[in-house]
């Protein structure tokens, strides 16, 4: 059944809006850069503010997703690659982003002098670093447990490098990749207001979006424009999950790695119009496939002489290539050496006080993430186990938490802060409640999962053998639990060290307001150029977070696995 | 039906591709997986390679293949050393290793990619390998839309397609049902000896007697620990594979006296049975040296199995023909095995020509209930297995009466590598736990001596 004309005709509208929205975004990053660009608050113009910011968003997460393709690629290509390289990645993804935004900024603005392009990449870069490391993660994961035959498959027939790429390792991670992309833009959507205005010394520097709409709405205590801003923001990210992110799960179930079919794969009502779609037929015959096709003659060098090909070649090439690698992680271990020394000799300057008063502000943050987490645990678990064990429920609210989760809380802190910073101790309230509405969601999914893996059979046991109330939840739920909420705990600890950055010291309605903590220590530090202290407030963070993964969470985690595991 | 491209005159004798002397040790594994193993796969040959699992089979088959490089030895095709993926095979797999993302036509076509031949040829010739491998009708299947058999079709259609020179199989029937494995292992059959491929050589990897028996020209079976050649035997006429006569009785009855003695000298054996492969100064294996081991080597049986078996002949009347037991138990043939070695290492049964009978204390063992069933079993365990022998010994010395199990792997380590180790590991804790010697945790990683066992020694200790 061919689709109805108008959603030819909706995709032709689409593209014209697409190609025209590029050519205004491209004129703006040719601007002339001005401090302190003024926003306008009027309605008319969120659509272009939405579209500016999406489209960042949306370079920043095609070079994330060729970065993670390559470095998961060169990780798993080799055990030392791998040695180094995964290890570099969790150092990456503990690091606070934030921090380093001044440097950044800085070298981009002094790059292009007067030139908004500068900000424009360090906005980009700055989505890029909140968006990358998961999906390099997810990728290397499917890489090394792509199932050996089908591995020696792929060399026995000799598919070369690029049809190993395109045909078993892509495929294979597709699915994988696909819902972390989701997380990514989620994650990228929490920076949005970060990534809009930056601070350098006394220049507040700002870049069109909805990001600095909203910022510009809460500093004029304007409520209808933040309203309407936020609005606009869900409306985006809902739009989004409908015109892409679901069609492309349902696509990608045919990736599922699986021997035999299964009933209820996801459907999605845009996919299906766009599979019936006339154009979008032409299009895949007469352009993606001839392209397709060509780029892969071009990237498999073995096309003609497969069996004549002398044996020791690919030995040769890949040495040729051991030889770039070697050259080129020499390279880098001098550079992160370099590095490292001026890092050292930049944090000696400061004294034992600064010391001192690091160390009291990692305690003050320690705090707040603490009692964060365990609000978040605290009301996801009763909640998550009763949505997950009452599959009507369930149906009912999945699209809501949803929908609530993919607000980010960074969007909504503007109005947290209208509503607290007048109540004594009010920032500190509004930046737990930050931490807690950044992260929470995580908790809660996982939770929300753990609770519909648990088998029936359990819990009719539980049932036949009168085990209710306390005991219930000690013997079944939370053993059987445990695991999700252990990797949902995970990943909400880094998210609410990164929120302490920008909840602990703020600029609201014109007034800097800030609180003892670690956070408030680097942004202070940024704003003020005081570089030492930043980097020491950056080292202290990172080694926290990295420890708290080392010593805590991967111990809990592999208990999880080896005992909580339902199989 | 469908020919692919007619095979050149077949060469006897000439050989394809060779192992000599090939060793292979992973990792930092102390013992090696294969041992001084020496193949030869000549023009016109289908061979099977026969023994347990964890006798280095299937990786001999991924070294000749070229998939891994061996850690001594060379391989040589066509008479050449040679290192690095071997251009004219294709292989079969056990698992099938279709890729569930592309269709039927697609899957085969994938063999044909790195030839670089066009769009349309690559086409033509993956239709005519479907329909010669009685695919038709399925080109634009997804796998998982597929029966195992058909699966496995798709595999040969795919293996088949590039024209190998060597085509190998790993365990190619073994994931599937008895009946179509049968079904596809005829056709197989058919095709290769009516040279309708232009394959000139075959070599299978498999444990099934019976698939090896009437598929192969010559069949070595291969010992463990490590892996080497105990014996090739020539394989039977073409005309005797397939039918039940005397030939392939006696055929299939001494690879098993061959299998289920594995210490025995299985060359003599042979000879004095069926036609051997007469050694030449490549042919058959010499036999390996190797230091005297320090535990026996413990069938990979769990207790369940291992009492359930002792049951069961106890039913039949305390015996039971191998051949039989695994028709009524439903067993493959190495499985069975392992569990009559269990009971024969444990002297619960004893093992002559083809009959297995239960020993006197074999047929208490099944009469008697559970506490002295276990009591039983802790008596002949302690006495038969040294390393169930030597770990109660140590947890009785050691002062906590617990002992890491980190210590007994390295230990288990000297005499097996990594993975055996792991199983032998895993198979002595099954059996000491059912006898109550020990209690194992394995979240600590820690053995601990059995509290009535403890309580023993206290008192003993008390008195003295």
């Known amino acids: 059944m061919p ?144 199932p050996r035959e089908l591995g020696e498959a792929a060399s026995v027939y000799r598919l070369g490098l690029w049809r190993r790429f395109t045909k078993l390792e892509l495929p294979y991670g597709a699915i994988a990749l696909i819902a972390n992309s989701m997380m990514s833009w989620a994650g990228g959507w929490f920076f949005l207001m970060a990534s809009e205005q930056f601070t350098l010394g006394d220049k507040n520097l700002r870049l069109p979006g909805l990001g600095s709409y909203l910022a510009a709405a809460a500093d004029a205590g304007d409520t209808r424009a933040l309203g309407l801003g936020l609005g606009t923001l869900v409306a985006v990210i809902v739009l989004l999950d409908q015109l892409l992110w679901r069609p492309l799960v349902a696509w ?62 690919p030995r040769e090439r890949a040495r040729g290539a051991l030889v770039v690698f070697a050259l080129a992680g020499v390279a880098l271990a001098a550079v992160l050496a370099w590095g490292a020394w001026s890092a050292l000799s930049t944090v000696a300057s400061l004294t034992a006080g600064d010391w001192g008063y690091v160390l009291r502000c990692a305690g003050a943050t320690f705090l707040r993430t603490s009692v964060a987490l365990l609000l978040a645990a605290a009301w996801t678990v009763p909640v998550g186990v009763a949505i997950g064990m009452n599959a009507r429920l369930a149906r009912k609210l999945q699209p809501v938490v949803q929908i609530a989760a993919s607000v980010p809380a960074t969007a909504v802190f503007p109005v947290l802060l209208f509503a607290l910073l007048a109540l004594p101790g009010g ?141 | ?77 066509h008479g050449e050393p040679r290192r690095g993926l071997n251009p ?31 769009d349309d040829e690559r086409r033509r010739r993956a239709l005519k390998a479907i329909d010669l491998i009685g695919l038709d009708g399925y080109e634009e299947a997804f796998p998982k839309e597929l029966s195992g058999g058909m699966k496995q079709r798709v595999g040969f259609a795919r293996a088949l397609v590039v024209e190998p020179e060597v085509l190998f199989m790993d365990e190619p029937f073994s994931a599937l049902d008895v ?107 010499a036999p390996v040296e190797r230091a005297p081991r320090r535990y026996q080597t413990l069938p990979d049986v769990g207790i369940d199995d291992l009492t359930g078996f002792v049951q069961y002949l106890s039913g039949t009347g305390g015996r039971g023909n191998l051949h039989e037991l695994s028709r009524d138990l439903q067993m493959r043939a190495d499985d069975l095995l392992a569990l009559v070695e269990a009971t024969d290492l444990l002297g619960l049964a004893d093992m002559q020509e083809r009959q297995v009978f239960l020993t006197p204390i074999g047929q208490r063992f099944a009469e008697v209930e559970l506490d002295e069933e276990k009591a039983i079993f802790r008596t002949v365990a302690i006495e038969h297995i040294s390393l169930l022998r030597h770990i109660v010994r140590e947890l009785e010395d050691a002062p906590t009466h617990t002992i890491e199990a980190e210590g007994v792997l390295d230990d288990l380590e000297h005499s097996f590598s990594g993975a055996e180790a792991r199983r032998q590991f895993e198979t002595v804790v099954d059996w000491g736990r059912y006898a109550e010697l020990f209690t194992y945790d394995d979240a600590a990683g820690e053995l601990r001596l059995d509290e009535e066992h403890r309580m023993d020694l206290r008192t003993k200790a008390q008195d003295a």
């Open chain 1, 252 to 313: 990608s179930d045919r990736f599922k790695f699986e021997q035999t079919g299964s009933a209820d794969a996801p459907q999605s009502v845009t996919l299906d119009m766009l599979q019936r779609s006339a154009a979008v037929h032409w299009v895949q015959v007469r352009l993606l496939r001839p392209v397709f096709s060509f780029i892969d003659r071009r990237m498999s060098p073995m096309g003609g002489t497969a069996a004549g090909a002398p044996p020791t070649q």
């Open chain 2, 1 to 77: 039906m469908a020919t692919l491209a007619p095979a050149s005159p077949i060469v006897p004798g000439s050989v394809l591709l060779a192992a000599h002397n090939v060793r292979k040790v992973y990792g930092h594994d102390r013992t090696p997986v294969l041992e001084n193993v020496t193949v030869e796969l000549r023009d016109g040959e289908f061979i099977a390679l026969l023994g347990p699992s964890g006798s280095g089979k299937s990786t001999l088959l991924r070294i000749l293949a070229g998939l891994m490089d061996a850690s001594a030895g060379d391989v040589l095709v």
């Open chain 2, 88 to 118: 004219d095979i294709a292989i079969v797999f056990q698992s099938f290793a279709l890729f569930p993302w592309l269709t039927v036509l697609q899957n085969v076509e994938l063999g044909l990619l790195a030839t670089g031949a066009s």
């Open chain 1, 427 to 567: 920032l500190n309230m509004a930046a737990v409640a930050l931490m807690l509405l950044g992260t929470q969601w995580y908790v809660l999914f996982n939770v929300i999962a753990g609770a519909m893996a648990i088998p029936s059979d359990l819990r009719e046991a539980a049932m036949v053998y009168h085990v209710s109330g306390w005991r219930r939840w000690k013997t079944l739920i939370l053993p059987a639990i445990f695991p999700y909420l252990v990797t949902g705990m995970i990943t909400a600890t880094g998210g609410a060290w990164n929120a302490s950055i920008v909840s602990e010291y703020v600029t609201f309605a014109g007034r800097k307001v800030s609180t003892l903590g670690l956070g408030a220590l680097i942004a202070q530090a940024a704003d003020s150029g005081r570089f030492p202290l930043l980097l020491a407030g950056t080292l202290v963070m990172s080694a926290i977070v990295i420890a708290g993964n080392r010593l805590v969470w991967r111990r809990l985690y592999v208990l999880a696995e080896s005992r909580f595991r339902l199989e």
């Open chain 1, 3 to 146: 689709a109805p004309r108008w959603v030819d005709a909706l995709m032709l509208v689409a593209l014209a809006a697409v190609g025209y929205g590029v050519m205004r975004a491209a004129a703006e990053w040719r601007a002339p850069l001005t401090p302190g660009m003024r926003i306008d608050l009027s309605p008319t113009n969120l659509p272009y503010y939405a579209g500016l910011s999406t489209l960042r968003m949306a370079i920043a997460y095609i070079i994330s997703l060729v970065f993670s393709l390559v470095y998961a690629r060169v990780a798993a290509s080799s055990r030392i690659a791998e040695r180094v390289m995964l290890p570099l990645l969790d150092i990456l993804q503990s690091i606070p982003i934030l921090s380093f935004m001044p440097g950044v900024v800085l070298g981009l603005a002094a790059m292009f002098p007067g030139r908004t392009v500068g900000l424009e990449l360090a906005a980009v870069i700055l989505i890029f670093t909140s968006q990358a490391w998961n999906l390099a993660f997810s990728f290397h994961q499917s890489l090394i447990t792509i």
């Open chain 2, 179 to 285: 009946l179509t494995g049968e079904n596809l292992r005829g056709e197989l059959q058919d095709l290769w000896s009516e040279h309708t491929i232009p394959t000139r050589a075959v070599l299978m990897v498999t444990h099934n007697i019976d698939e090896a028996v009437s598929l192969a020209d010559r069949i070595l079976v291969f010992g463990a620990n490590p892996g080497h050649v105990r014996v090739e035997l020539s394989g039977l006429p073409l005309a005797e594979r397939r039918k039940k006569g005397p030939a392939r009785a006696q055929l299939v009855d001494t690879i098993y006296h061959i299998m289920t003695n594995p210490t025995e000298d299985a060359i003599a054996f042979a000879e004095q049975r069926v036609a051997r492969v007469p050694s030449r100064a490549t042919g058959a294996a």
